[in-house]
């Protein structure tokens, strides 16, 4: 009787040694990412024509190319205002987003703060920001102006 006592005894602490290795090895299993899903890196190839004299506009168009081979066409439109003079003319701009879970979250409106200063062959850079998403674009172009702006930028998809 005592040596039955003692297997049982022995079992039930094996067994409890084993689940308590086991357990958190089925925990990061199941939570395995599928290779599939996760966050989807997206670029923007854009165009983009804006003026300022203290109210500003901005209109263009653009690709969005995402990792998982989602792409969609969009209308780009800016505007806002400051203590800002100018126009530009960017034909080939580059957008980078964080990574996000759709092609869809990057639709909507962005807050942008901006400062600019230059004449002739126009660069510029910019940050916008929706809820957690940034956008950071850049482009190369004509133009030219100086001033700093508050202003909101909206990206909707182009309906076929």
């Not at 409890?16 to 090895?25: E, N, S």
């Amino acid at each position: 009787m005592k040596n039955a006592l003692s297997v049982r005894s022995n079992f039930l602490v094996l067994s409890f040694l084993l689940l308590w290795i086991l357990a958190p090895i089925g925990s990061v299993l199941a939570k395995a990412p599928d290779s599939k899903k996760g966050p989807v890196k997206c670029t923007m190839d854009f165009s983009l024509k804006s003026w300022s004299a203290f109210y500003k506009s901005a209109k263009g168009e653009g690709v969005i190319s995402c990792s998982n081979g989602q792409k969609s066409a969009v209308k780009l439109r800016g505007h806002g205002g400051g203590i800002t003079f100018g126009k530009y003319n960017l034909p080939d701009g580059i957008g980078t987003f964080t990574p996000v879970g759709k092609i869809q979250d990057l639709y909507g409106k962005y807050a942008e703060v901006g400062g600019e200063a230059g004449a002739g062959k126009a660069a510029m850079g910019h940050a916008l920001s929706k809820d957690d998403i940034t956008l950071n674009i850049k482009g190369k172009g004509t133009g030219g102006g100086f001033g700093f702006d508050f202003s909101g930028f909206s990206i909707t998809p182009v309906k076929k």
